[in-house]
Protein backbone atom coordinates (compact mmCIF):
# COMPACT_ATOMS: atom_id res chain seq x y z
CA UNK A 1 0.00 0.00 0.00
CA UNK A 2 2.87 2.42 0.74
CA UNK A 3 4.39 1.37 -2.37
CA UNK A 4 1.13 2.48 -4.26
CA UNK A 5 0.45 5.63 -2.59
CA UNK A 6 4.11 6.80 -2.82
CA UNK A 7 5.26 5.65 -6.10
CA UNK A 8 3.43 3.79 -8.39
CA UNK A 9 -0.41 4.99 -8.19
CA UNK A 10 0.28 6.99 -11.42
CA UNK A 11 1.60 4.47 -13.07
CA UNK A 12 0.97 0.77 -15.50
CA UNK A 13 2.00 -1.10 -12.39
CA UNK A 14 -1.05 0.38 -10.17
CA UNK A 15 -3.94 -2.10 -10.91
CA UNK A 16 -1.25 -4.80 -9.46
CA UNK A 17 0.34 -3.05 -6.77
CA UNK A 18 -3.26 -2.93 -5.46
CA UNK A 19 -4.58 -5.82 -6.24
CA UNK A 20 -1.54 -7.83 -4.81
CA UNK A 21 -2.04 -5.39 -1.80
CA UNK A 22 -5.51 -6.22 -0.82
CA UNK A 23 -4.82 -10.40 -1.57
CA UNK A 24 -2.00 -10.07 1.09
CA UNK A 25 -3.85 -8.34 3.59
CA UNK A 26 -6.77 -11.44 2.93
CA UNK A 27 -4.23 -13.95 3.75
CA UNK A 28 -2.31 -12.56 5.87
CA UNK A 29 -5.52 -12.30 7.77
CA UNK A 30 -6.78 -15.83 7.15
CA UNK A 31 -3.38 -17.22 8.17
CA UNK A 32 -3.58 -15.32 11.65
CA UNK A 33 -7.28 -16.61 12.22
CA UNK A 34 -6.24 -20.47 11.44
CA UNK A 35 -3.25 -20.37 14.02
CA UNK A 36 -5.12 -19.18 16.89
CA UNK A 37 -5.90 -21.77 19.17
CA UNK A 38 -9.24 -23.71 18.95
CA UNK A 39 -9.67 -22.64 15.07
CA UNK A 40 -11.30 -25.46 12.98
CA UNK A 41 -10.23 -25.70 9.85
CA UNK A 42 -13.16 -23.56 8.25
CA UNK A 43 -11.69 -20.68 10.49
CA UNK A 44 -14.36 -20.75 13.58
CA UNK A 45 -13.42 -21.35 16.93
CA UNK A 46 -15.24 -24.49 18.26
CA UNK A 47 -15.39 -25.22 21.78
CA UNK A 48 -15.44 -29.01 21.10
CA UNK A 49 -11.25 -29.04 20.19
CA UNK A 50 -10.61 -28.36 23.60
CA UNK A 51 -10.74 -31.41 25.57
CA UNK A 52 -11.32 -31.69 28.60
CA UNK A 53 -9.19 -33.56 31.34
CA UNK A 54 -10.61 -35.84 34.19
CA UNK A 55 -8.34 -36.71 36.77
CA UNK A 56 -8.57 -40.64 36.71
CA UNK A 57 -8.66 -40.91 32.68
CA UNK A 58 -5.18 -41.77 31.04
CA UNK A 59 -3.10 -39.26 28.81
CA UNK A 60 -3.95 -40.83 25.89
CA UNK A 61 -7.65 -40.23 25.93
CA UNK A 62 -7.28 -36.57 26.67
CA UNK A 63 -5.08 -36.07 23.73
CA UNK A 64 -6.70 -34.05 20.68
CA UNK A 65 -7.06 -35.56 17.24
CA UNK A 66 -4.96 -34.40 15.27
CA UNK A 67 -6.06 -31.04 13.62
CA UNK A 68 -7.64 -31.17 10.09
CA UNK A 69 -5.02 -28.99 7.33
CA UNK A 70 -6.25 -25.46 6.81
CA UNK A 71 -8.62 -24.98 3.67
CA UNK A 72 -5.26 -23.28 1.78
CA UNK A 73 -7.45 -23.76 -1.78
CA UNK A 74 -10.57 -22.28 -0.23
CA UNK A 75 -8.23 -19.56 1.18
CA UNK A 76 -6.37 -19.21 -2.15
CA UNK A 77 -9.30 -18.76 -4.27
CA UNK A 78 -10.29 -15.90 -2.23
CA UNK A 79 -7.38 -13.99 -2.29
CA UNK A 80 -7.71 -14.82 -5.84
CA UNK A 81 -10.81 -13.00 -6.32
CA UNK A 82 -10.40 -10.43 -4.35
CA UNK A 83 -7.25 -9.82 -6.39
CA UNK A 84 -9.26 -9.94 -9.50
CA UNK A 85 -11.91 -7.45 -8.59
CA UNK A 86 -9.15 -4.96 -7.07
CA UNK A 87 -7.43 -5.31 -10.18
CA UNK A 88 -10.41 -4.39 -12.65
CA UNK A 89 -11.39 -1.49 -10.31
CA UNK A 90 -7.89 0.08 -10.04
CA UNK A 91 -7.52 -0.02 -13.93
CA UNK A 92 -10.84 1.98 -14.82
CA UNK A 93 -9.90 4.43 -12.11
CA UNK A 94 -7.29 5.51 -13.95
CA UNK A 95 -9.52 7.03 -16.26
CA UNK A 96 -11.73 8.50 -14.22
CA UNK A 97 -11.09 11.91 -14.79
CA UNK A 98 -10.51 12.07 -18.14
CA UNK A 99 -12.45 8.99 -19.67
CA UNK A 100 -12.18 8.00 -23.39
CA UNK A 101 -11.41 4.66 -22.23
CA UNK A 102 -13.66 1.73 -24.08
CA UNK A 103 -11.35 -1.20 -23.38
CA UNK A 104 -10.92 -1.30 -19.86
CA UNK A 105 -14.70 -0.90 -18.34
CA UNK A 106 -15.63 -3.72 -21.02
CA UNK A 107 -12.69 -5.79 -19.43
CA UNK A 108 -13.95 -4.97 -15.90
CA UNK A 109 -17.24 -5.74 -17.18
CA UNK A 110 -15.71 -9.44 -18.20
CA UNK A 111 -13.82 -10.17 -15.00
CA UNK A 112 -17.23 -9.31 -12.94
CA UNK A 113 -19.57 -11.54 -14.98
CA UNK A 114 -16.85 -14.19 -15.02
CA UNK A 115 -16.44 -13.55 -10.99
CA UNK A 116 -20.07 -13.58 -10.06
CA UNK A 117 -20.69 -16.55 -11.76
CA UNK A 118 -17.95 -18.79 -10.13
CA UNK A 119 -18.88 -17.44 -6.95
CA UNK A 120 -22.49 -18.70 -7.53
CA UNK A 121 -21.54 -22.13 -8.60
CA UNK A 122 -18.36 -22.54 -6.20
CA UNK A 123 -18.43 -25.24 -3.72
CA UNK A 124 -19.45 -29.01 -3.07
CA UNK A 125 -23.34 -27.76 -2.33
CA UNK A 126 -23.66 -24.15 -3.16
CA UNK A 127 -26.56 -22.88 -1.20
CA UNK A 128 -28.93 -19.92 -2.39
CA UNK A 129 -27.34 -17.08 -0.08
CA UNK A 130 -24.46 -17.60 -1.97
CA UNK A 131 -26.11 -17.24 -5.35
CA UNK A 132 -28.13 -14.22 -3.70
CA UNK A 133 -24.70 -12.79 -2.89
CA UNK A 134 -22.68 -13.44 -6.25
CA UNK A 135 -26.23 -12.07 -7.97
CA UNK A 136 -25.71 -8.64 -6.15
CA UNK A 137 -22.11 -8.90 -6.32
CA UNK A 138 -21.90 -8.69 -10.27
CA UNK A 139 -25.04 -6.36 -10.39
CA UNK A 140 -23.60 -3.71 -8.22
CA UNK A 141 -20.09 -3.73 -10.35
CA UNK A 142 -21.65 -4.92 -13.64
CA UNK A 143 -24.27 -2.15 -14.23
CA UNK A 144 -21.79 0.53 -14.27
CA UNK A 145 -19.07 -1.20 -15.81
CA UNK A 146 -21.45 -1.55 -18.88
CA UNK A 147 -22.59 2.26 -18.71
CA UNK A 148 -18.88 3.55 -18.62
CA UNK A 149 -17.91 1.33 -21.58
CA UNK A 150 -21.22 2.47 -23.72
CA UNK A 151 -20.33 6.10 -23.08
CA UNK A 152 -17.09 6.20 -21.38
CA UNK A 153 -17.04 10.01 -20.07
CA UNK A 154 -15.22 10.71 -16.92
CA UNK A 155 -18.63 11.10 -14.77
CA UNK A 156 -20.01 7.39 -15.93
CA UNK A 157 -16.35 6.23 -15.84
CA UNK A 158 -16.10 7.62 -12.08
CA UNK A 159 -19.60 5.65 -11.51
CA UNK A 160 -18.22 2.66 -12.82
CA UNK A 161 -15.22 3.25 -10.04
CA UNK A 162 -18.03 3.71 -7.35
CA UNK A 163 -19.96 1.13 -8.17
CA UNK A 164 -16.63 -1.17 -8.26
CA UNK A 165 -15.43 0.20 -4.21
CA UNK A 166 -19.32 -0.96 -3.30
CA UNK A 167 -19.20 -4.28 -4.82
CA UNK A 168 -16.63 -5.20 -2.37
CA UNK A 169 -19.38 -5.88 0.13
CA UNK A 170 -21.23 -8.25 -1.66
CA UNK A 171 -18.26 -9.51 -3.12
CA UNK A 172 -17.11 -10.16 0.77
CA UNK A 173 -20.72 -11.71 1.34
CA UNK A 174 -19.92 -14.21 -1.41
CA UNK A 175 -16.76 -15.47 -0.23
CA UNK A 176 -18.26 -15.49 3.08
CA UNK A 177 -21.07 -17.37 2.11
CA UNK A 178 -18.68 -19.81 -0.18
CA UNK A 179 -17.11 -20.50 3.39
CA UNK A 180 -20.53 -21.82 5.10
CA UNK A 181 -19.92 -18.41 7.57
CA UNK A 182 -24.19 -17.50 6.08
CA UNK A 183 -24.33 -15.30 9.60
CA UNK A 184 -21.31 -13.31 7.92
CA UNK A 185 -22.69 -12.59 4.64
CA UNK A 186 -26.18 -11.91 5.60
CA UNK A 187 -24.55 -8.95 7.62
CA UNK A 188 -22.45 -8.41 5.08
CA UNK A 189 -25.28 -8.30 2.22
CA UNK A 190 -27.72 -5.93 4.52
CA UNK A 191 -24.92 -3.23 4.64
CA UNK A 192 -25.59 -3.42 0.61
CA UNK A 193 -28.71 -0.97 0.58
CA UNK A 194 -27.02 1.58 3.42
CA UNK A 195 -23.54 1.81 1.04
CA UNK A 196 -25.65 2.61 -1.92
CA UNK A 197 -27.58 5.31 -0.07
CA UNK A 198 -24.31 6.86 1.19
CA UNK A 199 -22.78 6.76 -2.22
CA UNK A 200 -25.46 9.29 -3.55
CA UNK A 201 -24.37 11.81 -0.63
CA UNK A 202 -20.58 10.80 -0.78
CA UNK A 203 -18.55 9.78 -3.79
CA UNK A 204 -16.57 6.34 -2.58
CA UNK A 205 -13.76 7.84 -4.64
Do not use: C, F
Request: proline share 9%; charged share 10%.
Amino acid sequence: VWAYDLRLKHTPAAPATMAAARALDLLLGATATMSAPGTTSSGRTDAKVRPTASASAPASATASAPASAPPTASIAASALALAAHTYAVTAVSRHETQGGSTVTPLAALGATTTLGLLLGRAGAAPGPLQAVTAASYARTAAVPYLHAALNPSPPLTQRAVGGGIRALIPLQAALAARSGANGTALALLGLVPAARTLARKVSPT
